[in-house]
């Protein structure tokens, strides 16, 4: 079922267009992110959606109720919308029981269903607190509890995590991710972090110059980009020339890694044979000089010309044998001993992998 439709959307500031034709459809109770870079136009929407901005053109609809277009406008406190800025945007001299129901009835504001809100985001007798008593994660929450109080048809979270720091931040996501599909309630997430959209929605649109050029599930997002700028947005990418080999007959392209196999049915076998090819840093993989003593096929030499430590895992770039200074190639490791600039190592390369006609 169809929650909020947008349909060939239009804003403009002046001679600068921002949405430019912009078409999406969300399903009830699912938990949208709308990714992109800065300056994207992602924000411009959610305040369209919520209905602070005015489109150029266009029609958004939310349920079977058209709440903008020609000659229809719907004002943000009729709605039903709840709305969560990056800042929490809290009144100061208010308590947070008093923040939670500022959007109710009077006769709602000391009943239930503030108590009821404050122990569903974890806030369980903090009612009497104010804002400036609280940490910035438990603010957001507030933020949430007043969003979700006036049992709105979808939820708008414009980059809520921005100020927490990393720490924070992942775990108030979990909780607002979980908070949302337990209300049932349809949630859009605005951000240009490629992580947090990829761990918290069932699917994402990325906005870019006005449209959106893919909505998808993370998953199919993060493995077959719609092009090679999408791919490296989204996650690190070694994109590689590379030519078709009989895609028809083998499904395999020749790359400076060696033979690959493609993604079934990732691209036409019609046009040119040079493609770009997408290969993720976790498809390759550095091995012992006994497992490639065999002459094993995907395997090629390279050198270690760099080397980053995240803890969890570590990137190694590594320039393949006979390429040129400047080309080398991501490898995600998890665990082992550091490798030294200069070092010379055996690269296993997996696929299947995605590629685009050049």
């Known amino acids: 079922m169809r929650q909020l439709a947008v349909t060939d959307l239009h804003k403009a500031f002046g001679r600068h267009p921002v949405l430019t034709g912009l078409n999406l459809e969300v399903s009830a109770g699912s938990f949208t992110a709308i990714l992109g870079p800065s300056g994207s136009g992602k924000t411009t929407l959610l305040r369209l959606l919520a209905g602070f901005e005015r489109p150029d053109a266009g029609t958004i609809t939310i349920g079977e109720r058209v709440v903008d277009g020609p000659g229809s406008h719907v004002p943000p406190e009729r709605r039903k919308i709840g709305y969560v800025p990056q800042e929490g945007a809290l009144f100061p001299h208010l308590t947070v029981q008093k923040n939670v129901g500022f ?19 974890g806030l369980s007798g903090m009612g009497s607190r104010y804002p400036h008593q609280l940490s910035g994660g438990q603010q957001q929450r507030v933020a949430l509890a007043r969003a979700l109080a006036i049992r709105p048809e979808v939820v708008l979270l414009d980059e809520p995590f921005t100020s927490l720091d990393a720490h924070m931040r992942a775990s108030v996501r979990a909780d607002v991710h979980r908070i949302c599909r337990a209300a049932g309630t349809t949630a859009v997430l605005v951000t240009h972090d490629q992580d947090e959209a990829l761990s918290m929605a069932d699917r994402i649109a990325v906005l870019r110059d006005g449209r959106i050029v893919q909505y998808t599930a993370p998953q199919s997002l993060y493995s077959r980009p719609a092009d090679p700028a999408l791919a490296r947005f989204v996650g690190d990418a070694n994109l ?16 400076a890694l060696g033979l690959l196999p493609l993604e079934p049915d990732s691209m036409s076998a019609e046009g040119s044979s040079e493609v770009t090819v997408l290969i993720r840093p976790e498809q390759l993989e550095v091995v012992s000089d ?7 096929p995907g395997i090629f030499g390279g050198l270690v010309v760099g080397y980053e430590y995240y803890g969890h895992d570590a990137v190694v770039r590594v320039r393949p044998d006979g390429a040129a200074e400047g080309h080398e190639v991501m490898v995600r490791t998890v665990g082992g001993a550091r490798l030294a600039i200069g070092t010379s190592v055996k690269i296993r390369a997996r696929g299947p992998v995605v590629a685009w006609t050049r």
């Not at 959007?103 to 985001?121: K, W």
């Not at 006994?290 to 094993?296: L, N, Q, W």
Request: contains cysteine; proline residues 5%; negative net charge.
């Open 240 to 255: 590689l020339d590379g030519e078709l080999c009989d895609p028809a007959a083998t499904g395999m392209v020749a790359t």
């Open 103 to 121: 959007g109710l009835p009077a006769r709602e504001r000391r009943g239930m269903r503030t108590a009821e809100l404050l122990d569903a985001v």
């Open 290 to 296: 006994v497992a490639a003593a065999g002459g094993e």
